[in-house]
């Protein structure tokens, strides 16, 4: 069907007909659409159905920024061992090419996550480059000691580290087989370590599984997520990342969510973060962004996976959602000429997952690394 033929006016879209206007994306099913629609429906703009009045857009701004969790998310759920200078490339790789937030390990027992073994070393050694910011995975109040201890051993021209991520989850199935207790139980633990690491000039983030859907108990309570997130906004973490750790999440579910959480929390304060296990991650990451969340975790290569997510795939890839934002209203943030690098991120997508001894899975880095060999060999074939 010509595009020209379906496609709504301006008028018709600001009369804010939801359905009309969610039908007309799913019959494009293009990522641009919600681009548009998100640009179209200001912010203040929105519509009204039976549960009362729904906002699709509440920020102005269209800077997005990018939480680069490879070397972390990306990483704790290989079966190999990665070495502590691949581990450092990785990250050096990653700031050179325009990321000013690189989650770069995680104080965990390496009993439990063997793979983020060596994140002392790792972030002792990496270059720490000016205006980016090196998180860790901080889960209780033994690994907020360790990087005390790390941040007093060391004499650094400038801190390791001065961001904290702490996590938890929105059932108490997820949280049992992660971290051995309840949701409660879990916040009563974090409280301390948040208070701790604020005491200490740290920033605090913080994570919140299992959004959507969780392996062990199915559909996840939407107003279970509002109240967790909102614990830990509470608590002061400047931000909360809503994960869709099992990546069964669809645009009209991860709205829906959004929504709910946003009746507690303020969107400024919150963060997408989706896997792509059913291949709609970018899409829900745009749809994030037509509910007004401008941060979004992402992995190059389309690393990741979780070890107590059975069957949970890897991250969105970084390439793809900056492949996704091309030409659209949005601006990704970045030290790289303003943004990040798409080429030179796929180029480290490439040499991270050949490391890993496997290709990237990134689409964007397939196709683009596909069209530059191919260029490559006309080339060659003209001498």
Known sequence: MPLASVRPSTNQLNKGNSKEIWSFALLLDSRLTIIELSVLRTSCTSWKNQSGRRTLVTSTSHLVNIVEVGPRDGLQNEKGVIPVDVKVELINRLGRAGAQIIETGSFVSPKWVPQMAGTPEVISKMDRLPGVHYPVLVPNQKG??????????????SPVTDDISIFTAATDAFTRANLNMTISESLQRLEPVA?????????????????????????????????????????????????????????????EMIEEVKKSVPVEKLAGHFHDTYGTAVANVLTALAQGIRTIDSSVGGLGGCPYSPGATGNVATEDVLYALKDSPYKVAGSNGGTINLDEMVEIGWWISERLGRESVSRAGRAIRARKQLGEKERKAKL
């Open 195 to 255: 208070r701790a690491a604020l005491d200490r000039g740290l920033r605090v983030r913080g994570y919140v599984s299992v959004v959507i859907a969780c392996p062990y108990t199915g559909v996840v309570d939407f107003g279970r997520v509002r109240e967790v997130t909102k614990a830990l906004a509470d608590m002061g973490c400047y931000e909360v990342s809503l994960g869709d750790t099992v990546g069964q999440g669809t645009p009209m579910k991860v709205a």
């Open 144 to 157: 907020l000691d360790n990087l005390f201890k790390l941040l007093d051993d060391n004499q650094f021209d």
